[in-house]
């Protein structure tokens, strides 16, 4: 059985994750889920598995459809995006044409709670509903033997034309997987800003215990981790058969759990030349954590602070007080560890002294880099729920957002007012210095970034 596993082409470097999409000029992420999949599917006796990124690659649509017509799979999967699901339904319809004889499905966050529109659409035999490993490799099971489509997290029409929805799939344990299949993928394709190559992601958790309001979580709550030495024994497996050097941690809080990652960062130390990030919040790290991750090889943290307003922070659910998480951030700062702010702008709550207090805030911390986004509420989310009257949503063509909500104009006013500043480009030099190339390349982006803000709703710059 051949199987193909694709990341959907793009005019951009969008990066497609379960949870969300983006487009980031500055980064380029592996389909860490596809890679999943790839091997769950390669540990099935004669199962030959393909994985094509055609964003990494730069296809365009003509030339990803005809090569995977050229290769005649018999299963090919699909992750879609959030922001880029119009483009993805498109490219999966066509995809279905031009493999008439091979099953085609799906998986991500719109179809797996779109499941009937999603096949409609797209004319898909299969969505994966949820968490796709095991529901997958079953699927393949039952048609190396014969049986038929339906199955455990699997949404398709029967034989009789009768819709069958799959039930969403989560994980018990973490431990029970195969690693990503590294193989499946060039690591010379893929970095973040000022890091080297090989690179490369891991996920060593899925699901985020925290009550926010706002967020499609990596397919949940429900907080399912990989042990420490499961942890620290894939990336050693990464390091001595792949040459990587750097990755970063997709967790949605790597730091969660405080004793796991302190004995993961032990693990971690003993592995010499690694350099890698990875995703906190305010209330999740201190002084303490922030040693041991920089002592792990840890050069880059992202802290998803979202806003200096206790106000803002109580409407998105962050669940902490500011006033006792602003030492954790100090304490951070010290440690040296390269930090990345993430603030949140125009949440409906939002008032004009809101805005400057998270300006203020992250001057106050004085974070390496920021990134401003606007409040969007995804679909299946308590605050989609909770706002849904005030909700402008369609899923065909897609379109998400607040109604009488500002445009991306306090976006474009935090990165000035906090980047276009000697301060601030002072402290850039030393990256300069460093990094010529990629450093003039990011400041032209975001240049331009300021010029064309808000001609493209679906952009999602991180740096």
Known sequence: ???????????????????????????????????????????????????????????????????????????????????????????????????????????????????????????????????????????????????????????????????????????????????????????????????????????????????????????????????????????????????IRYFRFMDDTFTASRSRVLEICDGLAGIPGISWSCLSRPNTIDGEIAAALKKAGCRRVYLGVESGSQKVLDYLGRGYKLERVTGNLRAVKKGGLEMVGWFIVSAPVEEREDFEQSLRLAREIGFDFIAVSTLVPYPHTPLFERERSNIDFSLLPYRCRFRHQPGPERETEFYRRYCLTPAYIGGKMGILARHPGETMKATADFLRYLAISGRDPNRKDLL
């Open 1 to 243: 059985m051949r199987v193909l596993l694709i990341n959907p082409p793009y005019g951009a470097p969008i990066v497609r994750r379960y949870m969300c999409s983006y487009n980031a000029p500055n980064f380029l992420f592996p389909p860490l889920e596809l890679m999943y999949l790839s091997a769950q599917a390669k540990q099935l006796n004669g199962c030959e598995v393909r994985l094509m990124d055609a964003v990494a690659e730069r296809l365009p649509a003509a030339a990803a459809l005809a090569r995977a017509r050229a290769w005649e799979p018999d299963v090919a999967v699909a992750i879609m995006a959030i922001e880029y699901f119009d483009n993805d339904v498109n490219f999966l319809r066509q995809l279905k044409e031009q493999l008439p004889a091979a099953l085609v499905g799906c998986f991500g966050h719109l179809p797996s709670y779109f499941q009937r529109e999603t096949l409609e659409a797209t004319g898909a035999d299969f969505v994966l509903a949820g968490e796709p490993d095991l529901s997958f490799r079953r699927l393949l099971e039952r048609r190396f033997g014969g049986g038929s489509l339906t199955g455990e997290g699997v949404a398709c029409f029967d034989d009789g034309g009768e819709f069958v929805p799959g039930e969403y799939q989560r994980i018990a344990s973490l431990d029970g997987l195969p690693f990503a299949d590294q193989a499946a993928i060039n690591h010379s394709l893929y970095g973040e800003p000022f890091f080297g190559q090989p690179f490369t992601t891991f996920l060593s958790s899925r699901g985020c215990p925290f009550p926010c309001t706002y967020c499609v979580k990596t397919f949940g709550r429900k907080f399912v981790k990989a042990s420490a030495g499961q942890v620290v024994d894939e990336v050693a497996a990464a390091v001595r058969d792949h040459g």
